[in-house]
């Protein structure tokens, strides 16, 4: 009797967690059918542990679907890991970039671990117009340019190595951030852009997070010249505005090769988190190395540093 029942209960569970999945696929109908598409690890491992005991327990049909489903999740993650960026082109320049949530309130970010290594350009999330000043004195060999609208009080902060132009996008102003800077990059240039979106927690904020990142899409499919995106951007790669980011400039996500990737929250076990910290780039370019950084930074969020170079078939134009 109590195997029987305990059959019954696993079965209703993994058939309410089979069900939460399979919404996750139809995220453009419904703006929290989206958010489940962020959890498809969560839901295969989930999934193939109801499915294992229920096939202990002899319900083999039912742990068959359970399976199936846990399959069908993790077939979304799985290119994730047999992807392999390009190949690099030799000798070709280096350009490493970090992205960093510092958390709005966090008021004194630990950024020793995102200024390790002397990344080109590091773009600081949720920071306010104090901590532009503080950052300028703790880094004086970066340029540390504010990236925060008139009439907001906090966005983002920038460091680069060597001094440039931050253009602030004006589409930003009222849903989010999004800044615009050109690196030396060889004997050329490259575009990178620090993007962060509205967090998807209501209808409406879906609706801008999408809008924002299918701009940013629009914008970067304009540019002639390789382009790297930077970002928190309240989106995993099975959210549907990552899709509409993507897709106009054909960007490759830089987690193919090096697997999941989760970066938030931090404060949780790492099978809870999920990545929405991302570096993503146009074709010219390929990845060299990825990394996270530590769990104990300072912020719900781990920062993420990418160093990449031309991709082997790839050529950029000269400066003029």
């Known amino acids: 009797m109590i195997r029987r029942r305990f059959g019954v209960?696993?079965?209703?569970?993994?058939?309410?967690?089979?069900?939460?999945?399979?919404?996750g696929f139809l995220g453009p109908v419904v703006w929290w059918f989206d958010l489940l598409a962020n959890f498809k690890l969560q839901f295969a491992v989930v999934?193939?542990?109801?499915?294992?005991?229920?096939?202990?327990?002899?319900?083999?049909?039912?742990?068959?679907?359970?399976?199936?489903g846990a399959l069908l999740n993790a077939a979304v993650i799985a290119p994730?890991?047999?992807?392999?960026?390009?190949?690099?082109?030799?000798?070709?320049?280096?350009?490493?970039?970090?992205?960093?949530?510092?958390?709005?309130?966090?008021?004194?970010?630990?950024?020793?671990?995102?200024?390790?290594?002397?990344?080109?350009?590091?773009?600081?999330?949720?920071?306010?117009r104090a901590h532009v000043d503080e950052i300028a004195q703790q880094f004086p060999d970066y340029?540390?340019?504010?990236g925060i609208?008139?009439?907001?009080?906090?966005?983002?902060?920038?460091?680069?190595?060597e001094p440039v132009q931050v253009e602030l996008l004006g589409f930003a102003r009222a849903a989010g951030d999004a800044i615009?800077?050109?690196?030396?990059?060889?004997?050329?240039?490259?575009?990178?852009?620090?993007i962060h979106p509205p967090s998807p927690?209501?209808?409406?904020?879906?609706?801008?997070?999408?809008?924002?990142?299918?701009?940013?899409?629009?914008?970067?499919?304009?540019?002639?010249?390789?382009?790297?995106?930077?970002?928190?951007?309240?989106?995993?790669?099975?959210?549907?505005?990552?899709?509409?980011?993507?897709g106009p400039a054909d960007l490759v996500n830089?987690?193919?090769?090096?697997?999941?990737?989760?970066?938030?929250p931090s404060s949780l076990p790492g099978l809870a988190q999920i990545p929405i910290d991302h570096v993503l780039h146009t074709r010219q370019l390929t990845v060299t190395s990825r990394q996270l950084g530590p769990i104990s930074a300072g912020s719900d969020h781990r920062p993420v540093r990418v160093r990449l170079t031309l991709a082997e078939d790839s050529t950029i134009a000269k400066q003029r």
């Open 80 to 128: 994730l890991y047999y992807r392999s960026p390009a190949d690099p082109r030799p000798d070709a320049p280096e350009v490493a970039v970090v992205g960093y949530n510092i958390q709005i309130g966090n008021r004194s970010p630990q950024l020793g671990w995102a200024l390790d290594d002397t990344p080109d350009v590091v773009f600081l999330f949720e920071t306010g």
């Open 254 to 264: 830089s987690l193919e090769g090096f697997g999941y990737g989760a970066s938030w």
């Open 180 to 194: 615009r800077v050109v690196l030396r990059f060889g004997e050329g240039t490259v575009v990178v852009y620090g």
């Open 47 to 68: 999934l193939t542990g109801i499915g294992g005991g229920l096939m202990l327990l002899g319900r083999t049909g039912a742990a068959s679907l359970m399976l199936v």
């Open 201 to 246: 927690t209501n209808g409406r904020d879906a609706t801008y997070r999408d809008d924002f990142l299918a701009r940013v899409g629009r914008a970067v499919a304009a540019e002639s010249d390789p382009v790297i995106v930077v970002g928190d951007l309240n989106a995993t790669p099975w959210s549907t505005g990552f899709s509409a980011l993507t």
């Open 9 to 23: 209960g696993l079965t209703v569970a993994g058939s309410l967690v089979l069900a939460m999945s399979l919404l």
């Open 143 to 146: 340029q540390v340019s504010s």
């Open 149 to 161: 609208f008139e009439e907001r009080s906090y966005g983002a902060t920038i460091l680069t190595r």
